[in-house]
Every structure is written in C-alpha cells, then in structure tokens.
C-alpha cells in the first residue's frame, strides 16, 4: 500500500527506475520508448551528459542561494543566453519552476506593468477556448479546458475566451487558409471591443496548441492579425510556449514561425529537459523598464525561483539547442515523424487529423472521418490507447481535449531530439496497433 498521494488514486503504475537516450527502463526491467518526453519535456533523452555533468558541478560548488541576496553566474549567464536567442524585442529573463509559474508571473507582470503605467483600468485577460496554460488558479483562469476549470471555477477571476486557430475543424467550405486565420484572429478585435479596450490588459495564446488539443499550429497569417490587434489596442501579447518552445517544432521559440514577436513569452517543459524543474517569463525591454522606472520592484515571487542547480541544467540544456546542430536535426526528424504517422495511420478510418510542427506532432481520433463526429467520452478512447501503448513498451500522450465544450480524443507525440530513423518507424508502428486495439 502506497502512502504517496498519486494524482489518479486507482492508477496502478510501474515504478520507474532507470533512463537511457529515448528509453525509461522500470523496476521489472521492462522498457519504454519514449515518444512524449513525458509532457513534451524530455527533449534530450534520459541520460545527457553535459546536463548531468553541469548539475553535479553546480551541487559540488554551490547547491542554493536565495535570490534575495544573491544572484549566481548559472542564472546570470542563462539570461544571457536566452535573451540572446530570443524573438526581437525580449529583454530579460526572469526565472521560475515550472509552467504554470511563469504564466503566474507573465500575468502578474502584465497587470503591474498598466499600473505603474498609469493605466489601472486595464486587467482583463483574452484567452482562447481550446488551450491550456496550467493549473494554479491564476493560469488555470485564463485556460480554456472546461474539465480542468470546472471544479474550481468559482474561485477563478472571469476570463473571456475566443475561439482558437483550428482549421481542422473550424475552417468553413470554399473558405481559403488565410481568410479562416484572419476571421478567427478578428474575434479578438470583436472581443476586446465588447469587454471595453481600455479595460483588456492581454491576450494570451499558444503558438502550437498542446495539451488541450494536440499540436495545433495556427494557419500563416493568424497571429500577425493577432499582433496587429494588440498593438493597435495597446494590449500585451503574452505567448505560452512552456510546451512547444525550447525547440520543439524545430525553431528554439515556435513563434518564430509566424514571424512575429511577443511581449511576453513563458517557457518550461523543455527548459530543464526533465532534468530540473525550471522554466522562465521572458519580457520586453518596455515592460521591465516600465517596472524599473516605476515603483522598481516586481511584486512576485517563489522561494525556489533561479535555483542555482535549475539555472546550471537549463544552460547545459540551452547551450545544447543553440549549438547550430540540434534544432535542424529535430526540423529533419519531425519531417520524418509526419511522414511515418502519414503512412500508417493516414487512411485509417478513425484518424481525422494529423499535424504538427517539428517533433511536436498530434494525431485527432474521429468516430466518423466525414462528419468528424468525436468518439462518446464515456468510451474514454484516450485512456485505453495509452494502457495499450504502455503495454507495448511505448509512451505517448493521449488527452481527452475539449472540442467546443465536448471532450474529443487526441494522442500528442513529443519524442526526445535524439529520436533516431528506426524509433521513429517503432512509434508509429507501435502506436498504430494500440489505436486500433482500444477501438
Ligand atoms: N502552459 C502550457 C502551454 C502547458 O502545456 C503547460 C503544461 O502542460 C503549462 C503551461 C503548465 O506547466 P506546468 O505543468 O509545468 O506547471
């Protein structure tokens, strides 16, 4: 009988003992090829060692020091290195634990930001309905999964949520790509007018949808009408990149495949690549400064944050994706990846929608490919594709999304940066029988 509160109280799980590459080994000796890093966070494999390495130096030299009266030259130098790398514009680092922390942060941020401005009338939040941006209640708030939200809504600040970029199943007939981007992205406007603009402090998206829809890209267009909105409004645009950042859809920030650049970026996930729990809000030069000039003090933090040992992993983690090699090898790979789902499951009658960018892939399960009906939630789908892929020694992601309030069935595959050709044929090989036994 275990005394660990596990999240699901009747999950029976293997306990795992060992990682090695793509590969999480259990306590029976039993292997799994990873091909979701977890939650997308994996992106070096279970056994690097420089990230290894940089931990164990930083435990020997200097374990922790309160960023209240220090700071420290891992955290200095991966600030350095992250703003270096980072889309136009974004000119400080500011250092957290996690995902749901750094949208904590980019919110209170945005918030103090209009009051040291002089703007206090400003401090709604625009989201879209099919996105995820954590579960503490100040993310969970601006998110849209309705199953996530429900329990708790009455604790939540109200947020307004647009519909999302989602041409699989939102574009109309006859309807051109762009034009599907551009009318959805005006919903923003349609919004921010209805609520008041002087009162919309932030919109907040996902480059690439994950956890709630399964690696959604938006259409080419999208979010440069969604800047453009923004700027005109004077509203901040926050972009949660705590899953499809850090080089995940084969650019270190996915944003820089729709060509514009935020004012707020949060990342994690694949920050600490499973090795430390860290991730980071990365903001422009006109909102520190505003903070600077103003009352000088951002009034937000976490004992934990810039933790010297989370810091020394995440520059061992980014000095790796910034080495000129490893981001075109996961642009190649996901390519690869595509191509495999494409072949396996591309015709199979119950897969509606295969996308993706990079090694950030998702597959849509339909009950009927023509009408794109989802399977009945009762069926719990997602649930039995994952029991079976375990079985199988294969990790992979499956969610039961939200799609227009209903629950909707995806499979997201993430796999390490490291996948090699054959483990990408064995993650669609593999994943295809567990589909079609859970149907
Ligand atoms: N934002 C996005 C886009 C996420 O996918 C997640 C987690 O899945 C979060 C925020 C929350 O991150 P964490 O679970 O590290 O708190």
């Not at 009455?154 to 762009?178: F, K, N, W």
């Not at 996961?330 to 595509?338: E, F, I, N, P, T």
């Not at 072949?343 to 009408?371: C, K, M, S, W, Y």
């Amino acid at each position: 009988m275990s005394a660990l509160f596990h999240r699901s109280c009747t999950a029976n799980l293997p306990v795992a003992d060992t990682g090695n590459g793509c590969y999480l080994v259990d306590t029976d000796g039993k292997k799994y090829l990873d091909a979701c890093g977890g939650a997308a966070v994996s992106c070096l494999g279970h056994s690097d060692a420089a990230v290894r390495d940089a931990i164990r130096d930083q435990l020997d030299r200097l374990p922790f020091a309160h960023t209240g009266f220090f700071t420290s030259q891992a955290a200095e130098s991966l600030a350095e290195l992250l703003v270096h790398h980072a889309p136009d514009g974004i000119a400080r680092m500011y250092p957290v634990s996690g995902g749901s922390e750094a949208v904590e942060a980019a919110i209170k941020l945005a918030r103090q930001y209009f009051l040291e401005t002089g703007q206090p009338t400003r401090h709604r939040i625009i989201a879209r309905r099919q996105s995820y941006h954590g579960n503490t209640l100040g993310a969970l708030a601006a998110g849209g999964n309705m199953w996530r939200r429900a329990p708790f809504s009455d604790l939540m600040v109200e947020t307004s949520h647009i519909s999302p970029c989602y041409a699989y199943r939102d574009r109309q007939d006859g309807e051109t790509q762009e034009a599907y981007g551009l009318r959805v992205a005006d919903e923003l406007e349609t919004e921010i007018q209805r609520l008041g603009p002087g009162t919309v402090m932030a919109f907040i998206a996902e480059p690439v949808v994950g956890a709630t829809a399964g690696a959604v890209p938006a259409v080419p267009g999208y979010f440069r009408r969604i800047r453009d909105i923004c700027d005109r409004h004077g509203i901040l645009l926050i972009l949660d990149e705590v899953m499809c950042g850090m080089g995940r859809t084969g650019t270190l920030f996915a944003c820089e495949q729709d060509g514009i650049a935020p004012d707020i970026v949060t990342i994690a996930k694949g920050l600490g690549a499973g090795y430390q729990p860290v991730g980071a809000m990365l903001c422009s030069a006109r909102i520190y400064d505003a903070i600077r000039d103003g009352s000088g003090f951002f009034q937000h933090g976490h004992t934990y944050i810039g933790h010297p040992m989370a810091m020394a992993a995440a520059l061992a983690v980014l000095t790796r994706l910034t080495d000129g090699q490893t981001l075109p090898r996961v642009a190649r790979a996901g390519d690869l990846l595509h191509s495999a789902l494409h072949d396996r499951l591309g015709q199979h009658p119950h897969v509606g929608d295969i996308r993706g960018r990079g090694l950030f892939r998702g597959i849509e399960l339909v009950a009927d490919r023509a009408t794109k009906e989802p399977f009945d939630p009762a069926l719990d789908l997602h649930k039995r594709i994952k029991a079976n892929a375990m079985q199988d020694g294969l990790m992979c992601y499956p969610m039961g999304g939200t799609i227009d309030g209903q629950r909707g069935d995806h499979i997201l595959l993430a796999p390490p940066f490291i996948v090699t050709d054959d483990q990408i044929g064995q993650i669609a090989d593999i994943l295809a029988g567990a589909i079609d036994r859970a149907i």
